[in-house]
């Protein structure tokens, strides 16, 4: 089991574009979290899903924000226009079942200029 | 979901136990306990989780007060890999919203 899988680990980029952030999840894994961590604001949740369907986008920041997952292995969060602000590190994370522990992956670092 | 108080930070000697405390006296009896760990530029590590019994597996043992009002995780030999920030968390285990506080820093010296 490789774990949850996020890409790139590290992405440096300009304002104003975008950017997309990758996800695999740990196969058989029901459940996806995004979440994001900042030296201010800690971990916050941005997104989850449950078999694909987004269940809960509270805590996606604005529009510039949208997240997706197009089958079971694979999900994306992406930023259009990137802002400085924006600038964290993103995790994802999967769970097998409703209330089982989260495993999160290593993050990618993002900063934008 | 309950809110939880750790202390800031602390320190543990090499070899010894390290014991995490943790308070949330707002819990409701269907809210479970979870602990969590994030080593440096790692994602979150779950380590343990108990509703009212004290749970024990082979990261960690968790204490858990009569009251449910506080709990304490306990690291029985810590190593210097321990050296992380260790969360706590209460949550509805029926609901996949983990909330994350500021956590304890924990630093293992040798």
Do not use: V, Y
């Given at each position: 089991d490789a774990g949850v899988i996020q890409s790139p680990r590290h992405e440096v980029t300009e304002m104003g574009q975008e950017v997309t952030l990758r996800c695999k999840p740990i196969s058989g894994h029901d459940y996806l979290f995004w979440y994001r961590q900042t030296m201010m604001r800690g971990l916050e949740l941005l997104i989850y899903f449950n078999n694909n369907v987004p269940?809960?986008?509270?805590?996606?920041?604005?529009?510039r924000f949208s997240a997706k997952m197009p089958n079971a292995s694979f999900s994306t969060l992406k930023i259009q226009?990137?802002?400085?602000?924006?600038?964290a590190v993103y995790f994802c994370a999967s769970s097998s079942v409703y209330g089982s522990p989260l495993h999160f992956g290593n993050g990618t670092r993002l900063t934008v200029t | 979901d309950a809110k939880t108080t750790q202390p800031t930070s602390m320190d543990c000697a090499e070899g010894r136990a390290a014991n995490l405390p943790c308070n949330h006296?707002?819990?409701?009896?269907?809210e479970y306990v979870y602990w969590y760990r994030q080593i440096h530029s790692q994602g979150p590590q779950y380590i343990i989780h108990g509703l009212k019994n004290n749970e024990t597996n082979e990261m960690a043992s968790l204490i858990i007060t009569e009251d449910r009002k506080s709990s304490t995780l306990i690291l029985p030999h810590a190593t210097l890999r321990d050296t992380a920030v260790y969360y706590c968390i209460g949550n509805n285990?029926?609901?996949q919203k983990l909330v994350f506080g500021q956590g304890t820093r924990l630093t293992i010296n040798p």
């Open positions: 269940i809960d986008d509270s805590g996606m920041p604005e529009d226009p990137s802002e400085p602000r924006d600038s | 006296s707002t819990i409701s009896g269907n285990q029926g609901a």
